[in-house]
Every structure is written in structure tokens, then in C-alpha cells.
């Protein structure tokens, strides 16, 4: 049988870290269970409200079109804006994301 460390012990489980103080602890539930999920919850529905208005816009678009390759033409500009902006949009909540998670670590 080996020795224990002071970190051991004898079964060999590393000993726990004391609990966290109830203050550092609510702020991080706050942080992890708050403020990001309604961060995200928000900036979503900001996204949403824009995407659903370049969609209507594209509707109308679409609309006054009065052949094949002026339909042809705003179909792919709506795609192209779409795809650009779920990009940007996936960076702007790993920024919220990783904004959270380097407050907590802090």
C-alpha cells in the first residue's frame, strides 16, 4: 500500500476543494443560469425579427419580379444575405458565450 499524500486520501480520491462562498456561488448561478440564457434568448430574437423582415422584403421582392432571371436574381441575393448573416449571427452568440464562460473562469 502506498503512502497518502496530503492531497490523498488513503482510497486515493483526490480531497474536494472547499465549497465556493455562497456570494461567489450565486453570482455564478446567476451568470451560468441568467444573465447568459436570457443574452442569447435576446440576441436570438433580435435575429429572428431581422431575418423575418429581409423575408418579407424578399416576398416583395419577388413580387414585382417580371421575368425568370429578375426572380432568379433576388432568390440568390436573399440566400447569399441569409447565409452571411446566420454566420455572423453564430459568432455574435459564441462572443456572448465565450464572454460568459471567461467572466466565470475569472
Known amino acids: 500500500m502506498t503512502n497518502a499524500s496530503s492531497t490523498e486520501h488513503?482510497?486515493?480520491?483526490a480531497r474536494m476543494e472547499p465549497p465556493?462562498?455562497?456570494?461567489?456561488l450565486t453570482a455564478w448561478w446567476n451568470d451560468a443560469f441568467l444573465r447568459l440564457p436570457l443574452a442569447v434568448a435576446g440576441e436570438t430574437l433580435r435575429f429572428t425579427a431581422r431575418r423575418l423582415l429581409a423575408q418579407a422584403d424578399y416576398l416583395s421582392r419577388v413580387n414585382h419580379c417580371a421575368n425568370v432571371p429578375e426572380f432568379m436574381e433576388?432568390?440568390?441575393?436573399?440566400?447569399?444575405?441569409?447565409?452571411?448573416?446566420?454566420?455572423?449571427?453564430?459568432?455574435?452568440?459564441?462572443?456572448?458565450?465565450?464572454?460568459?464562460?471567461?467572466?466565470?473562469?475569472?
Open 74 to 106: 433576388a432568390q440568390s441575393q436573399f440566400m447569399r444575405t441569409a447565409t452571411d448573416d446566420y454566420g455572423v449571427e453564430t459568432g455574435r452568440i459564441m462572443e456572448e458565450v465565450r464572454a460568459a464562460c471567461t467572466k466565470q473562469a475569472a
Open 10 to 13: 488513503g482510497l486515493g480520491f
Open 20 to 24: 465556493l462562498p455562497a456570494a461567489s
